[in-house]
């Protein structure tokens, strides 16, 4: 409908409004009405009733591997999933990629990620929210490569039942932007060869892979997979943050019974075990999180446990060691005009153990010049010119201040990633207080090895072959005085540029030790062989399993995700399968 006449312009505006207003709420809705409608079994935990009857599954942690494993469970047994975060379906920040580095930027209580510095120097960020890092990551969607599954032991029919469930509900094909385009161009210019197309598997060369980002830019996370679920035997409890796992220390070995946590008011519950043989406790809070509840409930180093007066009920000097993350190091290439917004699509396998990924347009939004903003961001220590070590808040606030003053033009353009594909450097977690709600001291060693060290340098060799390629000089193309002046702004700006000497490997060593970041792939904590066995089931305890990526040895494919939702349908089945027989179905 349109109005004609002297008020037409205002009502056609205030129209138009109107409809953008109900299509944004459409969006973030889920396209399908009210979130409460689709998903009734998830509520506020301060409802829960002490009284309630037991559980055959309680799963603490309703993230990337926890949505799915309940989903799964639910299907046949009585399933508790307890998550210390909210709920990510009217959350702006989560649900659209355009906000990506505003929810990563948030470092408020109720942020859904939850900020943290390790103690090597890097920024980094865990969620806290249903769904998980796929609520707060970049997106993309890739399997694991075939000799990954063989290695993990994995049936691998199995496997290739689990990914389309998964990718049949929440992924999809992206529509690759202009930056992507040259990234993917660039790199078959260079040698990074073939081009496998669009696809999900691990193939060496150049491909575009999935992403969990629709065409309208709203994210689909793993928290869309409880649509899976049973409805009547699924309880998921928002905002519940376990204290810690209870166990029955009478017998032989010690029993999990229960969880303890409290919810959103501060108000402490316990939920029941069943005594029903096959119930279980799972434990799936991510690398950081499952290992630090596992201390926190009496599982770990005992000389840490006792130092924190906790009791001490297995002495694991295993728990919360072997952690990785695979370090980040980027380019900023400053463009002569504004970029489409977007995150990673297009992926280069090399054959010298790096990934190169890419992302643009972040950087140059109004909202981004005045704050932080998480993968493009300078004053967080992503990309910045700033070591670890000297990347403090004061310096952080120092920077987003003087940001104001820096010509919009200077942030226009995009970033090339590369990202060491299987770090042999390690490090570990250990507590520094009793409260879950505290991040425990994270180390990861950065480049210790020198392996690392190395397929860094040949990274950032092949980027700068990329940034100096036709297609990328395509979007810096414009006279010396404009070249120059750009790159100026940019260096005000302390975002990376490409080093001036890539000849020197030594000057290059610097620069990777001087400029890593993370892009939030970090696994380990809870090594298959050391705190949990091959089917996931915690050494020396009884009714308690791990599953979730701080069982990885290594980080699978180019991006985790896919392979963590997998395992966890895939975990979900077999468990189900095991205790079932044939009337699993499945």
Same mark, same amino acid.
């Given at each position: 409908m349109a109005v004609v006449g002297p008020l037409s312009v205002i009502f056609n505006l205030l129209l138009s409004l109107l409809v953008c207003h109900l299509h944004f709420t459409i969006l973030i809705q889920g396209g399908?009405?009210?979130?409460?409608?689709?998903?009734?079994?998830?509520? +506020?935990? &301060?409802? !829960? %009733? &002490? !009284? &309630?009857? %037991?559980?055959?599954?309680?799963? /603490?942690?309703?993230?990337?591997a926890g949505c799915p494993?309940?989903?799964? *469970?639910?299907?046949?047994?009585?399933?508790?999933? @307890?998550?210390?975060?909210? @709920?990510?379906?009217?959350n702006a920040n989560v649900s659209f990629m355009q906000n990506f580095h505003i929810s990563l930027a948030d470092t408020s209580s109720t942020s859904a990620s939850q900020f943290f510095v390790s103690t090597d120097g890097v920024f980094n960020s865990r969620a806290r929210i249903l769904g998980g890092a796929t609520c707060i990551n970049a997106g993309f969607y890739t399997r694991a490569a075939p000799s990954y599954i063989e290695k993990a032991g994995w049936d691998s029919k199995l496997v290739n039942e689990s990914y389309p469930w998964v990718e049949k509900q929440i992924v999809q094909r992206p529509n690759l932007a202009p930056w992507q385009e040259a990234v993917r161009e660039s790199l078959l210019e260079i040698g990074i060869s073939p081009f496998n197309g669009f696809t999900y598997d691990h193939i060496y060369g150049t491909k575009v892979g999935g992403t969990i980002f629709d065409h309208y830019g709203r994210r689909h996370s793993a928290a869309e997979l409880l649509a899976s679920a049973n409805p009547n035997k699924l309880d998921v409890l928002v905002h519940a943050t376990v204290q810690k796992i209870d166990f029955d220390t009478s017998g032989k070995k010690p029993r999990a019974v229960g969880v303890i946590f409290k919810d959103e008011n501060g108000k402490e519950h316990k939920a029941f075990l069943s005594t029903r043989k096959g119930s279980e406790i799972i434990v799936s809070s991510g690398a950081i999180g499952s290992p630090h509840? *596992?201390? *926190? &409930?009496?599982?770990?180093?005992?000389?840490?446990? +006792?130092?924190?007066?906790?009791? /001490? @009920? *297995?002495?694991n000097k295993f728990v919360g060691q072997g952690m990785s993350d695979n370090p980040l190091n980027t380019i900023f290439i400053p463009t002569n005009r504004p970029v489409e917004q977007s995150l990673i699509q297009t992926v280069g396998i090399t054959k010298k153990g790096v990934y190169i990924e890419a992302s643009s347009g972040f950087g140059q939004s109004g909202d981004s010049i005045s704050c932080h903003h998480g993968v493009a961001s300078a004053e967080i220590g992503q990309l910045s010119t700033i070591p670890p070590k000297q990347r403090t808040v004061e310096a952080i606030e120092a920077y987003r201040r003087s940001k104001k003053n820096i010509p919009h033009e200077a942030f226009m353009g995009g970033f090339i990633l590369e990202k060491i594909a299987l770090p042999l450097s390690r490090g570990n977690i250990s507590l520094v207080t009793t409260n879950p709600d505290d991040n425990p001291s994270i180390t990861f060693n950065y480049f210790s090895h020198p392996r690392d060290l190395k397929r860094c340098v040949d990274g950032i060799r092949i980027v700068e072959k990329i940034a100096k390629s036709k297609h990328f000089t395509n979007f810096t193309q414009c006279n010396k005085e404009t070249l120059d002046k750009l790159l100026n702004m940019s260096v005000q700006a302390n975002v990376n540029l490409i080093p001036k000497h890539t000849h020197n490997t030594e000057s290059l060593e610097q620069f990777c030790k001087d400029t890593v970041i993370t892009i939030w792939h970090y696994h380990g904590g809870c090594l298959v062989g050391k705190v949990i066995a091959p089917d996931h089931k915690v050494l020396g305890v009884h009714r308690l399993r791990v599953i979730d990526g701080s069982t990885f040895k290594e980080s699978p494919g180019t991006n985790p995700q896919a392979t963590v939702m997998m395992m966890a349908r895939y975990m979900g089945v077999k468990i189900l399968r095991e205790r079932l027989g044939k009337a699993a179905g499945l």
């Amino acid at each position: 409908m349109a109005v004609v006449g002297p008020l037409s312009v205002i009502f056609n505006l205030l129209l138009s409004l109107l409809v953008c207003h109900l299509h944004f709420t459409i969006l973030i809705q889920g396209g399908e009405g009210r979130w409460e409608d689709k998903y009734p079994f998830i509520r +506020e935990a &301060s409802t !829960f %009733s &002490s !009284f &309630s009857d %037991s559980y055959d599954y309680i799963i /603490v942690g309703g993230g990337t591997a926890g949505c799915p494993l309940a989903a799964t *469970l639910s299907t046949k047994f009585r399933v508790l999933l @307890v998550e210390r975060g909210g @709920v990510p379906f009217t959350n702006a920040n989560v649900s659209f990629m355009q906000n990506f580095h505003i929810s990563l930027a948030d470092t408020s209580s109720t942020s859904a990620s939850q900020f943290f510095v390790s103690t090597d120097g890097v920024f980094n960020s865990r969620a806290r929210i249903l769904g998980g890092a796929t609520c707060i990551n970049a997106g993309f969607y890739t399997r694991a490569a075939p000799s990954y599954i063989e290695k993990a032991g994995w049936d691998s029919k199995l496997v290739n039942e689990s990914y389309p469930w998964v990718e049949k509900q929440i992924v999809q094909r992206p529509n690759l932007a202009p930056w992507q385009e040259a990234v993917r161009e660039s790199l078959l210019e260079i040698g990074i060869s073939p081009f496998n197309g669009f696809t999900y598997d691990h193939i060496y060369g150049t491909k575009v892979g999935g992403t969990i980002f629709d065409h309208y830019g709203r994210r689909h996370s793993a928290a869309e997979l409880l649509a899976s679920a049973n409805p009547n035997k699924l309880d998921v409890l928002v905002h519940a943050t376990v204290q810690k796992i209870d166990f029955d220390t009478s017998g032989k070995k010690p029993r999990a019974v229960g969880v303890i946590f409290k919810d959103e008011n501060g108000k402490e519950h316990k939920a029941f075990l069943s005594t029903r043989k096959g119930s279980e406790i799972i434990v799936s809070s991510g690398a950081i999180g499952s290992p630090h509840i *596992l201390m *926190l &409930s009496g599982i770990g180093p005992k000389a840490e446990l +006792e130092k924190l007066n906790i009791t /001490v @009920v *297995l002495d694991n000097k295993f728990v919360g060691q072997g952690m990785s993350d695979n370090p980040l190091n980027t380019i900023f290439i400053p463009t002569n005009r504004p970029v489409e917004q977007s995150l990673i699509q297009t992926v280069g396998i090399t054959k010298k153990g790096v990934y190169i990924e890419a992302s643009s347009g972040f950087g140059q939004s109004g909202d981004s010049i005045s704050c932080h903003h998480g993968v493009a961001s300078a004053e967080i220590g992503q990309l910045s010119t700033i070591p670890p070590k000297q990347r403090t808040v004061e310096a952080i606030e120092a920077y987003r201040r003087s940001k104001k003053n820096i010509p919009h033009e200077a942030f226009m353009g995009g970033f090339i990633l590369e990202k060491i594909a299987l770090p042999l450097s390690r490090g570990n977690i250990s507590l520094v207080t009793t409260n879950p709600d505290d991040n425990p001291s994270i180390t990861f060693n950065y480049f210790s090895h020198p392996r690392d060290l190395k397929r860094c340098v040949d990274g950032i060799r092949i980027v700068e072959k990329i940034a100096k390629s036709k297609h990328f000089t395509n979007f810096t193309q414009c006279n010396k005085e404009t070249l120059d002046k750009l790159l100026n702004m940019s260096v005000q700006a302390n975002v990376n540029l490409i080093p001036k000497h890539t000849h020197n490997t030594e000057s290059l060593e610097q620069f990777c030790k001087d400029t890593v970041i993370t892009i939030w792939h970090y696994h380990g904590g809870c090594l298959v062989g050391k705190v949990i066995a091959p089917d996931h089931k915690v050494l020396g305890v009884h009714r308690l399993r791990v599953i979730d990526g701080s069982t990885f040895k290594e980080s699978p494919g180019t991006n985790p995700q896919a392979t963590v939702m997998m395992m966890a349908r895939y975990m979900g089945v077999k468990i189900l399968r095991e205790r079932l027989g044939k009337a699993a179905g499945l």
